[in-house]
């Protein structure tokens, strides 16, 4: 089994950066792929960004390729997304989720964009 916990998010510019961290606990974290997903208020939770275990495989959602990088450090239980250029429309919540026969999820960091 696998927690993760959300940090990092809060109100931000327009144009301005932030980044995400999850932490996971669980003695596979590694061997999942792991990703991050928002939620915005009236809206379907989307898919934003994943990472396979070894990192040498990221895709993003066309809305942030450029803007958002995401990464992992196994060695710390850690995903981490730098969430630069931000927009009013990148504001939600964000949640990480760690992906296999069973899809574990965090709780969610809130992002707010203001113009």
């Known amino acids: 089994q696998v927690q993760l916990l959300e940090s990092g998010g809060g109100l931000v510019q327009a144009g301005g950066s932030l980044r995400l961290s999850c932490e996971a606990s669980g003695r596979s974290f590694r061997t999942y792929v792991l990703a991050w997903f928002r939620q915005a208020p009236g809206k379907e939770r989307e898919f934003v960004a994943r990472?396979?275990?070894?990192?040498?495989?990221?895709f993003y959602a066309d809305s942030v390729q450029g803007r958002f990088t995401i990464s992992r450090d196994n060695a710390k239980n850690t995903m981490y997304l730098q969430m630069n250029s931000l927009k009013p429309e990148d504001t939600a919540v964000y949640y990480c989720?760690?992906?296999?026969?069973?899809?574990?999820w965090g709780q969610g960091t809130q992002v707010t964009v203001s113009s």
């Open positions: 990472i396979n275990w070894s990192s040498d495989l990221t």
């Open positions: 989720s760690a992906r296999g026969i069973v899809n574990y």
